[in-house]
Structures are given as C-alpha cells and as structure tokens.
C-alpha cells in the first residue's frame, strides 16, 4: 500500500500563507530520508500523512483510502520527534497501548509487543519502566510502539536528532529492517549524515517544495563536479535547497 | 540566559499577572488602610503594615510554581542531558523568575506605602520585608524539590492549598509559639516600634532550615548523609527557634520607644515625634491651658514635668518615671484636640474606683471648660452598654455644675470623687 | 480497555483521589479554620472547600497520562472513554457525598458534591486551552474565594459559587454549566496535540 499526497494545500491558520500549496508526492518502496531546512514542511507533510490533521485542499490517502477515515490510521503509523514515556507504564505495557490503540486486541498487542521490542534490540528491557529508558531507547521505544500493528506505512519525524553516530547507525539499521519487511518508511531529518547507502530514496523539501525526489544514487549526481566523494551528500543537499 | 529569555521559558510567567494584580489589589483594599491610618507614618510600620497578610500568598504561589518549574526542567530533560553547570546554579537560573514574581508581591505594596507617606526607611524597618522575600524564595526551592519527584498536577495544588492554609492558621492558635516561627509575620511593627533581630531569626529558622534540609537532596553527597544532615537541620533549625520564642504571647518581641523626640515648653514639657515638630506649639499651647484649668479646680494637684506623646511606646506599656506624663497626643490633636486623651490620662481619683459614670461627667465638665464637647454616639461607640437617658442625665448635671462658682464646682468634683472612692471599697 | 486503564492510571490515582474525598468528607465535616481574608477579619472557612481539588487534580494526572500523539492517530474512540472517565470519576465522588449526606444530614456533604463538579468542570474547560496548567485555574479559583471572596465574615459575593450554601440555586447551576462547558471542551479539543 503507497501513502498519496494529492494536490494538498494547508495552511496553519486561515489568516496565513499556505505552507504547502498544490503539493503531489507518493512514498516509495523502502527507506526513503526526507531531507530540507527548517521550516521546508517537513513535519507537515508527516503530520498530514499520519491525519494528525487534514489538508484544506486536495487528499491524503493510501491507496484510495482517506486520511479522515479510521481505516487509514490501522495502515499508517506515525512517530514524532519526542516520544511519550508513560512513566508508570513498563516498556511492554506501553507498547502494548499503542497496538491497542491502532485496533489489536489486548492479548494480541501483549504478544506483539515483544517480537516489536525486539526488532529495535529492547526486548531486555520490556519489564523496566519506561521512565529508566535513556533518551536513545525512548525514541527506539517509539518505533516499536509504531511498527506493532505492522502497519504499511512507518513516518519519523527527526527521529536522530540529539543522537551520536553510533546511536545513528543503529538506529537506521532497525529502520532498514523494518523497511525490508515491506513496511515504506519516511523519516525527515535536516542533517545530511542520516544520508547512508542503506536509504534507497532521497526527498529533498524547501520552502513547501520538492526540490528532488528519486533513488539515492542519483540525488548524489547534483553535487557539483569535483566534490571529494566523502561531501557528496551534503554538496548535493546545498546545491538542491539553495539552488 | 538573559533576563527576559529567562522569564519567558519561565512557569512563573503566566502567574504574573496574576500575582502582580493580587499585590495590588491587595494594597488598595487592604494594605492601605493601614497605612493612611495612622497619623505619623514610621518606616518599619510603612514595611510592615502593608504585606501584613501577603506572606501567606506569597509563599503559596512560591512553592506551587517552583513545583511548575521543577516539573518543566524534568520534562525538557535538562538533568538527563548532563549540564555542565551545576546543579546549584541550574535550579538558581530556574527559580529566579519564581522568586521574582513572589517578591513583587512583597515589594509592589511596600513602594506604594512609601509612595503615598514619604518616609525616610531606617536601618530596622526592612526586616519584615527580608522576611518575605528569604522564605519566598525557601519555599520556591521546596517546590521545586517536590515538583521534580511528584507530578506538578498533584504538587501544585497540594502546595499551594497546603501552605496557604498551615501559614494562615499558625496565627490563629495554640500555642501560640508557633505563630512567630511559621514565618507569617501578622502583628508587625506599628509607630514607635520596629521588628527585633530574635523575632525575625525565630520566623525565618523552621522555613529555611527546611528549604536548606531539602536543597541538601540536590547534593552528590551520599544519601544517608543527606537524610540525617537534612533531618539534623529540620531539627535544629526548628528547635532553635522554639527555643527563641517560647516564652512570647501573642505579640512578637519588639523595639518600641525609640523614636527621636522634639520637646517645648516648661512644666509640663511637651514632648512629640520629631515627625510632628510643626504640630508642637499648637499641642504645647492646648496641654499648658488645659494644665491651667485642671489645677485651677483641683482636679490635677500637681503639674507633671513633662507631657509626652504615649505611641512611641507600640503596644507597650512605657517605663514609669514621676512627673512624666504618657498622652495620645497626636492622635488626639488629628482629631481635633489633644484635650480629650489629655483628660482620660489626667482625671484619676486617686484609688480603685470604677464607675465609669463618675469619671465621664468629669471629663464633660472639664471638656466643656477647654472648648470639647462629645457627643453621645462618640461615648456610645467606646461603651456599647451607654444609654441616652445616661448621657441626657450626665448633661444636666454638667450644666448645672457648670453654673455654681469656682469654689462650689472644685468642692462638687472633690465629692464625686470621694463618693466613687467610697463605692470602690 | 484494560490497557487504556492502566495506561489512564485510573486505579492508581483516580481510586486514590476518591478515597482521599471519602476520607476528607468523613473527617472535615465541620471543621473550619481561620485562614487569610484580604475583604474582611475574622473569617473561617471550611476545611472541605480544598477537597474539590482532589478530585480535581486527580482525575487531570489521569487524563494527561497518555500518548498524546499516539491516541490521536488512534481507531480506538480515546475521546468517548475519557468523558467516560470523568463522568465516573464524578458519579463517584456523588455517591460518596451522598452516601455522606444520608449518614450526616449535614449540608457540607451536598456543598462538597456541588464544588466538585463546579470545579472539575473549570478545570476541563481550562485545561481545553492551556492543557496541564488547568489545575492551577482550579486551585486559583480556590484560593481567590477565600482570599477575596467574602462580603461580610460569614457571607460571600454570588460570584462566590464554592463558598455559597447549598441553597443558592445560582451556584448550582453555574457548577452544572461549568461541568457541561468542561466535558464538551474536552471533548471538542481532543484532537489537538500539548
């Protein structure tokens, strides 16, 4: 299943501008990294594709199905820059909310809820409370919270933020297992360094505008001629947004 | 952080408005009267007088939004990010727009005292507002402490409403040691008095040995050092300040009678408030002609050396010195004549007489020889028990009295006089 | 459901808080105390006027015990449970003060059961704009009748709706349309994110 933008236009108060304006897109197959500078509608996008709200003009929706109907939420998860902790809740048990939150049964979500903890290497920690998480298990805590109902459709927002490179790397390592699934995952960052070879597409935004979007391989092409290969990535960011 | 950055990341800021209305709304419905009241203003009473029932409110608000504060910084997850700063400083940084706002509840009421009775401030009279502002900000560190433990949705109600009401009833029971250690300073200074040193270390002891036991939890000292350095503290503290105000009744120890004096005249010399110099002759004059008529019928055998005004001393009794004479003189003289207090220090009848009859249709008589004549609410508004038919009575025989010549009158007041004395028996 | 439950505390808190009232209207039934007044001298206030906000404060921590985030991209009806969980938690305290009414005759119980639902309802209806800080709206309330709410020692002002005797109809319906005005907020701005 394959998240739609279509022709969407929103705007965070009616007196205002409109921060997206007849925009298209479509989530493509695997890991694709959501790139732009702050204020380029990245979190937007995501909060629109995840019905957290709605566009004035134009349509969300996965395969056909709109982001103001129930349906769409059981296919598309969505986690945001800070996680929750539920700090009387133990990891498992929030997990578990979060699967019964998006329509699983309680003994459904409860099973569930290890295999997800596991995925992001945190099933040691199940039984603890989620307020004795540091801040990189918080946020792994929240992509098990989101992938529990195996919805099609995974969005991060900022997810790598604050993190260090290992946390990084480890970090996009679960996201490429879990895209490996088939689940189609869009996680925005406005730092280049979350750009690895395991993203299999890149989109950049700026000002409410895609400025590229397609295969990794070839976003690194707009770099210009002569760039050292270690500041492809960031050269190609710079002459995309700036441009 | 810059000032203004401080105060806008702050939970102290959207109670300011509040709590700067609160102050003054206070002021001009409470702490006013006060302060417009008296007929000369003295620092420590301008200081006191106008937050006399701030503290309590004050302190609330301080500990409930320092729980705010200690509840923002857990969840912006300053501590988990490991700051460089110290901790000291960090929970400082947070607290100061907390303590601001409580110390304007402090100081918005005593500058508009100043303001409206310009009076130069001495060395003694700000302790009553050091008082406020040192437990204000003890109480926005014990907030804080529980702000970052409890969730702010329990805490800040629970702190707010607990420490309003335990400050509020310390002034209100027994014993009544425990109303000069809670830190609510309600019977303050008034003219001629000032907050001693003791009074103010027994209302700040208990709260900030507190504040300093529960500071002691933010240490990296081990924790069964904390628990006993801190309950050691909580203990001392409290127990030193007990151990201060024991002994006191309802009033807080005070410094009373040290107000600078300008004196006129001879026999009696006529002693008021260098404040009130410009009113002297005046009072001289009235207090030398009413002397006159008082030996002239013999109610006043001898003339004291000295007339002095009796507010100086507070809600204290002054020292007894012969020849010297303690009258409301400046109350008296802002109500029209100082003959009135005058009279009711003067016409004694030498023994344990009580009838308050005989004494007031001495004081008529003699009123109405110096120019005052009171009226009937005026006596009925001291005793509630007087009747017009008493007060209808008591002027008749003023008139009749009044008209016989001077020696039948001083024989009249010797009889009455005699007469009460021997009902007293 | 039972994880909803968990997750809201209800237990936990909201049981604490109900047997906190059940314990206050047991014991501060005619008690009074003389607190501050800024209007008048010698007033004293009954200890049950703070009793509203356990209930108050409670069932907040309840409701902002969640996944904000979670819960609105959520199929499950969260909204239609929490205003299950406040007319709960107020059917409870109800019962209690009814129950207290029946045992006591005394009209502090009907008073406790009118503040409650006058001040949840303020506290929802604040905590529709500004979310946690509703119970400090709640607990102002509070403070601002004993501070300035009096008209004489023994009277209020009738905006004074928690210091009011039962008997003032006003009151009681200013609780009902505060407690209306509170569960419709809720309800109405549950889609919005802290």
């Known amino acids: 299943m394959t998240l739609h933008f279509d022709n969407i236009s929103y705007r965070y108060r009616p007196w205002r501008t409109d921060v997206l304006a007849g925009f298209d897109y479509e989530l493509p197959d695997g890991l694709t990294i959501l790139l732009g500078p702050n204020g380029a509608g990245k979190s937007t996008l995501l909060r629109l594709g995840a019905s957290v709200t709605y566009p004035r003009r134009g349509q969300v929706n996965v395969d056909g199905i709109s982001s103001k109907t129930r349906e769409f939420r059981r296919h598309v998860s969505w986690m945001p820059q800070n996680v929750t902790a539920m700090t009387a809740l133990t990891a498992r048990e929030q997990v578990s909310y979060t699967g019964w939150l998006k329509g699983m049964s309680r003994s459904e979500a409860w099973a569930a809820s290890l295999d997800a903890l596991a995925t992001v290497n945190l099933a040691d920690q199940a039984d603890h409370k989620t307020k004795t998480l540091s801040g990189g298990q918080l946020r792994r805590l929240g992509v098990a919270s989101a992938t529990i109902h195996r919805s099609s459709v995974l969005l991060l927002d900022e997810p790598t933020a604050g993190m260090d490179p290992t946390q990084r790397r480890t970090f996009r390592d679960i996201l490429t297992t879990i895209a490996d699934r088939g689940v189609k995952v869009l996680m925005s960052t406005h730092d280049v360094a979350d750009l690895a070879e395991d993203a299999t597409h890149v989109t950049v935004m700026s000002k409410g505008q895609i400025r590229y979007d397609g295969p990794t391989y070839d976003y690194l092409r707009n770099a210009p001629v002569g760039t050292p290969e270690s500041r492809l990535a960031e050269a190609a960011y710079t002459a995309l947004t700036l441009g | 952080m810059r000032f203004r950055a401080l105060f806008r990341s702050s939970a102290a800021l959207p109670i300011l408005p509040v709590a700067l209305a609160a102050a003054v709304f206070y002021y001009f419905v409470n702490g006013r009267d006060q302060v417009l009241y008296v007929p000369i203003a003295s620092a420590p009473m301008l200081v006191a007088a106008p937050v006399a029932t701030v503290y309590p409110v004050a302190y609330a608000l301080a500990a ?97 409403c607990a420490v309003f009401y335990l400050v509020s009833v310390t002034v209100a029971v027994d014993p009544m040691f425990v109303r000069h250690m809670s830190g609510y300073y309600l019977d303050g200074p008034g003219f001629g008095e000032s907050a001693t040193i003791d009074s103010m270390v027994a209302q700040v002891l208990p709260t900030a040995g507190l ?134 220090e003067e016409v004694r009848f030498g023994c344990d007489a009580d009838d308050h009859l005989a004494y007031r249709v001495v004081q008529m008589w003699l009123g109405e020889k110096l120019g005052i004549t009171r009226t009937f609410e005026s006596y009925a508004g001291e005793d509630p028990y007087y009747t017009r038919k008493q007060h209808a009575d008591l002027m008749r025989t003023v008139a009749t009295v009044s008209a016989k010549p001077d020696p039948a009158q001083r024989k009249w007041f010797q009889r009455i006089k005699s007469k009460a004395c021997e009902d007293a028996k | 459901m039972i994880l909803w439950i968990r997750a809201r505390r209800v237990a936990a808190v909201l049981g604490t808080g109900l047997v906190l009232i059940a314990f206050a209207a047991a014991l501060f039934t005619d008690v009074s105390a003389p607190l501050v007044s800024w209007t008048v001298s010698h007033q004293t206030v009954p200890v049950l006027t703070f009793a509203p906000l356990i209930l108050a404060a409670t069932l907040a921590l309840c409701l902002e015990s969640r996944l904000p985030e979670a819960e609105l991209t959520s199929i499950r009806p969260v909204p239609i449970l929490d205003t299950l969980l406040i007319t709960t938690a107020l059917a409870g305290t109800l019962a209690i003060t009814g129950v207290g009414y029946l045992l006591t005759h005394a009209d502090e119980a009907l008073v406790l059961a009118r503040n409650t639902v006058f001040l949840t309802g303020l506290m929802l209806a604040a905590r529709s704009f500004t979310a946690r800080g509703g119970i400090v709206v709640a607990t102002g309330w509070v403070l601002v009748v004993i501070l300035v709410g009096h008209r004489t020692p023994t009277e209020f002002f009738s905006w004074a709706v928690t210091g009011l005797p039962i008997g003032a109809w006003h009151a009681t319906i200013a609780a009902v349309v505060a407690i209306t005005l509170g569960v419709l907020l809720t309800y109405l701005t549950a889609r919005k994110l802290p």
């Not at chain 2, 910084?73 to 100061?96: E, F, H, K, M």
């Not at chain 2, 727009?97 to 402090?106: D, G």
């Not at chain 2, 507002?129 to 805490?155: D, E, K, Y």
Request: overall charge positive; some cysteine; proline content about 8%.
């Open chain 2, 64 to 160: 409930a939004t320092g729980a705010w504060q200690g509840a923002r910084l857990n969840r912006d997850g300053v501590w988990g990010i490991a700051p460089l700063r110290q901790s000291a400083t960090v929970i400082a940084t947070a607290l100061t727009p907390v303590v601001a706002m409580a110390w304007l509840m402090f100081l918005v009421p005593v500058v508009a005292a100043f303001v409206e009775r310009p009076t130069m401030p001495t060395w003694d009279s700000p302790q009553p507002l050091f008082l406020g502002l040192a437990l204000s900000a003890s109480w926005a560190v014990i907030g804080f402490t529980v702000g970052r433990n409890v969730s702010p949705i329990i805490a800040a109600p629970i702190l707010a």
């Open chain 2, 211 to 344: 504040a300093t036991a529960v500071a002691l939890l933010w240490s990296r000292l081990p924790k069964l050092v904390t628990l006993v350095t801190g309950g050691a503290l909580i203990l001392v503290s409290t127990f030193a300040s007990y151990s201060i105000v024991k002994d006191w009744d309802y009033n807080p120890s005070m410094n009373a009678g040290n107000v600078p004096l300008t004196c006129a005249g001879e026999r009696p010399k006529v002693c008021l408030p260098v404040q009130a110099g410009g009113d002297l002759d005046e009072v001289r004059r009235t207090v030398h002609s009413a002397y006159k008529v008082l030996t002239a019928y013999g109610v006043t055998t001898t003339v004291p050396e000295t007339v002095t005004e009796r507010s100086i001393y507070g809600r204290f009794d002054p020292p007894a010195i012969d020849g010297t004479r303690y009258v409301f003189l400046l109350q008296g003289h802002k109500n029209g004549s100082v003959v009135g207090p005058l009279l009711v």
